[in-house]
């Protein structure tokens, strides 16, 4: 090996990363078997800082831009001797390039239900998910606190670490918003914005800066989804009560039938007739309700003279399908002879 040969192995001109790859935070100049001339020059492109570092202390840090290393811009290192030996210099640092560009798209989400306080259902346990933007903002920190000399960092290598962070914090975040959970799927801007600003501190710590952070979906798990159906069912039909029993009379047809079906000899029967047993007694007690509200209409207030009722706008045939219907519960049994007379009774006279 010729003598200049061996100075081209020792020594660094030109010192630069290109970052062609995504997702890398830090990289390592490789510097083995070589050393830093003195007058080099180091090339930082926009998004990217360069740090040096000497026996494991931080040297310097370079923005972007065009630098030439020497001991006048590199205060700390003055004192270090020989840096224009031929040779051997007994000065060797670590060059490390991080990269600022923000990081986009890093997932976040609840692997298991987490169980929250919520002022409507009491505690709930909830699953949600989104993602998040973030950028190195302190690389000095970063490498003492993350990366340290290692050859490479990456997005992936601190995703792990991010994601506790997030599922950490989600439950001061919720309660700090003061949002209810059945108010959260049309608020979740302003839950992600509480999560952001809880969240901020934590990265720091890491030399880290959150840009931005959404909540794409809340959602219950699906026993509690079911009972929270219900209420909402109820909200709708109010204080009617009877139509909330249709209602879930008609959402219990298709399962009682569907049990019927598939069951076989004495079980399958049972079903079905615990099925019909229980539609008899619903439609008894629709009936009932709906003739107490006839009389309470045609009793007359104490002492106020009312005015005569116009008869009341029921078809015979109407009057006859309802006395078969009332027939068919009392032959269930149902229905007693005595209150099936009275109905019946009640119904005839509505035909003269």
Do not use: C
């Not at 926009?46 to 202390?57: C, K, L, M, P």
């Not at 065009?66 to 003055?78: A, F, G, Y």
């Not at 346990?125 to 960092?153: C, M, Q, S, W």
């Not at 209602?247 to 079903?271: C, D, L, W």
């Amino acid at each position: 090996m010729g003598i200049f040969d061996f100075v081209r192995k020792q020594f660094v001109d030109v010192i630069q990363w290109a970052e062609d790859s995504n997702g890398v935070l830090s990289w390592r100049y490789p510097m083995q078997d070589m050393e830093i001339q003195n007058g080099a020059t180091l090339i930082v492109r926009d998004s990217q800082i360069a740090v040096f570092v000497n026996e494991g202390t931080v040297a310097d840090i370079f923005g972007p831009g065009t630098h030439k290393i020497s001991t006048q811009n590199i205060p700390i290192l003055t004192n270090l001797k020989n840096w224009d030996k031929f040779f051997e210099s007994p000065f060797k640092s670590d060059v490390i390039f991080f990269s600022t560009r923000l990081q986009l798209d890093q997932k976040w989400g609840t692997q298991q239900p987490i169980t929250l306080r919520d002022k409507d259902f009491g505690m709930v346990r909830l699953r949600t998910f989104g993602n998040f933007n973030y950028r190195l903002h302190d690389p000095k920190k970063f490498y003492t606190e993350v990366a340290g000399t290692r050859e490479i960092y990456t997005t992936e290598d601190l995703d792990g670490q991010l994601r506790g962070l997030v599922l950490q914090n989600i439950s001061n975040a919720i309660a700090s918003s003061g949002i209810p959970f059945l108010d959260l799927a049309s608020n979740q801007i302003t839950f992600a914005q509480v999560l952001t600003t809880q969240l901020q501190a934590q990265f720091e710590t890491l030399g880290l800066k959150l840009e931005g952070m959404t909540v794409q979906n809340v959602s219950l798990p699906e026993e509690i989804q079911k009972i929270l159906d219900q209420k909402i069912g109820m909200g709708i039909v109010g204080n009617n009560m009877g139509q909330f029993m249709q209602y879930q009379t008609a959402q219990a047809i298709p399962e009682m039938a569907r049990g019927a079906g598939n069951g076989s000899g004495v079980g399958g029967e049972a079903v079905g007739m615990g099925a019909g047993l229980a539609m008899g007694q619903i439609l008894a007690q629709n009936m009932q309700s709906a003739f107490n509200n006839i009389n309470q209409t045609a009793a007359p207030q104490a002492n106020v003279v009312a005015p005569t009722p116009a008869p009341a706008s029921i078809s015979p045939d109407e009057i006859m399908a309802t006395l078969e219907k009332l027939g068919d519960l009392k032959a269930k049994g149902i229905l007693t002879q005595e209150e099936f007379d009275v109905k019946k009774a009640e119904l005839l006279k509505k035909l003269t």
